[in-house]
């Protein structure tokens, strides 16, 4: 029997969100093509990282926020009303 505790650790190991990301895997697998759509809409893409690589997908990491509005605070302050107030609580 598979537990809750079993599934969330299983969905939560990024290496397997690599695996469930990547539509030839599943169809590799032997998943149908509407059931490995369904996971690549379903599952955040996800790519195993190396260190080769980590400076590279380090700096392209910026491109994935460039949709944010440019009135968003940043990532120490906490937006109430028309005062932000940073970590600090000042």
């Known amino acids: ?10 969905l939560t190991d990024k290496s397997n969100s690599a695996l469930l990301s990547a539509p030839q895997t599943l169809l590799d697998w032997g998943l149908t093509l509407a059931d490995a759509d369904w ?6 893409k996800t ?3 190396s260190s080769e690589d980590a400076t590279v997908l380090w700096g ?5 926020f460039k949709s944010r509005s440019p009135v968003t605070t940043d990532s ?4 109430q009303g028309d005062n932000t107030l940073r970590a600090s609580g000042l």
């Open 1 to 10: 029997m598979v537990t809750r505790t079993r599934v969330h650790v299983i």
């Open 39 to 44: 996971l690549e809409d379903a599952v955040p």
């Open 47 to 49: 790519r195993l990282m």
């Open 60 to 64: 392209a990491r910026h491109q994935l």
């Open 76 to 79: 120490k302050g906490v937006c």
